[in-house]
């Protein structure tokens, strides 16, 4: 059984672009949480989705925006980007949204220049 | 304005010895608290989970306690070996609508020496 899948692992860009990140939740998961982990800090946490809609939201910019399809996968969107969007971003899956562990994927290193 | 923050940046013991390991926090009523273990470069990984009206729970050469008088949970690893040497999580869930919404410290480097 295949964990929390994230791709891809690392990712390179300049200030002002945008850049998609990709996440397949464990088996049988439906709901996605994505986090931000700046170097030596603790995961952010930015959003979650579950039923294709976005639940809750952390404290980030709209220019943060996510996706869930009928699969359970989930996308992350950042526009314009900053140097301080630097960082692990993490995306957790669960089996359902009332429910006391996530698992966490691998990350996805973005570098800002 | 509300805080979580773990004891140290870093927690370096001798091989044998209990690793102990704290996070306070402030102006949050926690549903429940985690620890996670995470290792360089890797997404974070569940240990343990207390709730609010547990004071103790255990499992294998793991502890966590719990007091939401003091606002702290303790998390110790005894009989420490170099394989436990890895960053240290508490993460609490407020509970409600905000069910599932992990809030971290910013973890403690824990560095077990043979």
Redesign the interface.
């Known amino acids: 059984d295949a964990g929390v899948t994230q791709s891809p692992t690392h990712l390179i860009k300049t200030r002002g672009q945008q850049v998609t990140l990709r996440c397949s939740p464990k088996s049988g998961h439906d709901t996605v949480s994505w986090y931000q982990q700046a170097l030596g800090q603790g995961p952010q946490f930015i959003f979650q989705y579950y039923e294709e809609e976005e639940r809750q939201r952390g404290n980030f910019p709209d220019r943060f925006s996510g996706h869930q399809f009928p699969n359970y996968s989930s996308e992350l969107n950042v526009n314009a980007l900053l140097l301080g969007d630097s960082a692990l971003y993490l995306c957790a899956s669960s089996p359902g949204l009332v429910t006391d562990t996530q698992y966490f994927g691998p990350g996805t290193r973005l570098t800002v220049l | 304005s509300q805080k979580i923050e773990q004891n140290s940046?870093a927690l370096n013991i001798q091989e044998g010895k209990t690793a102990t390991l704290t996070c306070n926090y402030t102006n949050y009523s926690p549903a429940?608290l985690?620890w996670?273990r995470q290792d360089p470069?890797?997404?974070?990984?569940?240990l343990l989970?207390i709730r609010e009206n547990e004071k103790e729970k255990r499992k294998e050469r793991l502890k966590v306690t719990f007091d939401t008088t003091l606002k702290q949970s303790l998390f110790h690893i005894t009989a420490s070996q170099p394989a436990d040497s890895a960053t240290y999580?508490c993460?609490l869930?407020v509970g409600g609508?905000?069910?599932?919404?992990?809030?971290?410290?910013?973890?403690t480097i824990l560095t077990v020496h043979p």
Do not use: H, I, M, N
């Not at chain 2, 470069?41 to 569940?46: D, E, I, L």
């Not at chain 2, 609508?97 to 973890?107: A, D, E, I």
């Open positions: 940046e429940y985690q996670y470069g890797r997404g974070p990984v569940f989970l999580l993460a869930v609508t905000s069910y599932g919404k992990l809030t971290f410290g910013q973890g």
